[in-house]
């Protein structure tokens, strides 16, 4: 889908210096050469309907852990993480995981809830694969941890999107 502009509908989100016109998004160009994604960054893809859209994605499957850098920005110290596995993963597990990079009062993940134009704070349950999520960094620099012990096999795990 396209952005206005030149944007396109997939960004990653940058925790430092705003840009004066996207704030932390940073949007794909047209024209732009192709990137790989990086395993376990959290990207938002804009849906071209109401009722979304099919994004296939190829690639190695993800067998051990993976280690997404965090840091703590300029504007923000929140990071958007995503689910690096093709199964479901623990959102208690990931939390446990990663507690000493979480602030004690935010020992929680954070997803889009489009029918309420809101984040919502998660503690418990499962994301799916590909899943984009916030965490808020308690250090300066460092990666937070999606381990093979994290992976399970949930149904009715609903996958949170900007709407």
Do not use: C
């Not at 099919?54 to 993800?62: A, D, L, N, V």
């Not at 997803?111 to 499962?126: M, P």
């Amino acid at each position: 889908a396209s952005g206005g502009g030149s944007k396109r509908g997939v960004s990653t989100y940058d925790n430092g210096t705003p840009d004066s016109s996207t704030g932390p998004w940073r949007y794909y160009q047209a024209g732009a050469t192709a990137a790989t994604f990086g395993d376990g960054v959290g990207y938002a893809l804009k849906a071209t309907d109401a009722t979304g859209d099919i994004y296939e994605f190829t690639g190695t499957y993800q067998a051990g852990t993976i280690s997404p850098t965090i840091t703590q920005g300029v504007a923000t110290h929140y990071n958007l993480v995503g689910n690096p596995y093709n199964a479901y993963i623990d959102v208690a597990a990931f939390i446990t995981e990663n507690t000493a990079k979480l602030p004690a009062s935010a020992q929680t993940i954070y997803v889009w809830d489009a029918a309420n134009a809101t984040y919502t704070g998660l503690t418990s349950g499962y994301l799916q694969p590909g899943q984009g999520f916030f965490v808020d960094s308690d250090v300066a620099s460092s990666t937070v941890d999606f381990t093979v012990a994290m992976q399970g096999h949930e149904d009715g795990a609903t996958f949170s999107e900007y709407g």
